[in-house]
């Protein structure tokens, strides 16, 4: 059986005897029950246990049920996990005010209801197996998507192989072959301009080439890095494009990273830049990329008009291809991504945690083998 067929649920009473009776009434619900008699024993439970429900008692001695789920709460971890108070003695309004304000999902009077124990305790513990099974779904996504977007990286860098080494070369050598005709050929039988011509055409196609598969997958990025990818590619596009643009990378001996990381945060660059072009109006475009510790930060700054508060906000249906694109990059890799109005002009800022990249990417290589 899977993990999630069975979830866990916590019963916490210091009197063995309502624990039994909780066990008799539970036992039909098939789940695995594991019984606490203090509050410290359960929040040690907690911690080792992924728990589905809390039931627990309100009056126990040293830590009473209020008091220990303030503690579960104060958790990260147990934020959501459903608590059920059952008392008999604190059976006030007041007294379920308190529970419900310490993120109780229910409140219970003795004597318990079996058949309506069961019912509430199935219901939460069927909500966060369903929980675990989305969870794991998302996991999986996340793992295919990251190892489509390598297949794509590969696909891409074939590709601009293929360009540079084949038609590349076969363009080469017929621009070779016209340019030594004028020295085989009679002056009075060759027509200069238009070998000249035909020359200055092939040598576009060449340069068309190159850019192509540059732009496919820039060379430097596999040879020596990510700084020394972006440089030229920032030149080129200047040139294209006439925005005036910048690079700056942090720390100054940055040292290179895994190489599907770095793929990816060229692309995100390439987006980034390729959106200045054709929505901003800029005259002017900067990237800073900064590494720490934990955590590598990517920000495209323009001086143009701005973006629309809708799609700051990432409304649905605001956004386009590119950033769509560029977002769903990211978060294969456990990363954000924040779009500002810095007047002038707006900023696309990209943080993706080291430690869980890292993991995507050993997650997503393991699917490709």
Known sequence: M??????????????????????????????????????????????????????????????????????????????????????????????????????????????????????KVSVFAELHRKTCQLELLNHELRHLSGSLLIAQDEERRRIARELHDGLGQELSAAKMMIDCLPATIPHGDRNDTVLAEASESINRAIQQVRSLSHLLHPPLLDEVGLRCALEPFLEGFSKRSGIETSVEVKPSEFPRLKSELETAIFRIVQEGMTNVFRHSGADKASVVIEKSDHEIVVAVRDNGKGLADNIVEFRPGSIGIGISGMRQRVKEFGGEIRLHNVHPGALVEVVIPITFASQVLRSAQALTT
Request: glycine share 6%.
């Open 2 to 119: 899977s993990k999630i067929d069975k979830v866990n649920i916590l019963m916490v009473d210091d009197q063995p005897g309502k624990l039994l009776s909780y066990d008799a009434i539970l036992g039909e619900l098939g789940e695995n029950l594991i019984k606490a008699t203090s509050g410290r024993q359960a929040l040690d439970l907690l911690l080792k246990n992924d728990i589905a429900v809390v039931l627990m008692d309100v009056s126990m001695p040293e830590i009473d049920g209020f008091e220990l789920a303030d503690m579960i709460r104060q958790h990260p971890r147990f934020q959501h996990t459903a608590i059920i108070f059952i008392s008999g003695i604190h059976l006030t309004d007041l007294d379920r005010l308190q529970g419900y304000q310490r993120g109780a999902v229910d409140y219970i009077s003795v004597p318990v209801n079996p058949e309506l124990l069961r019912a």
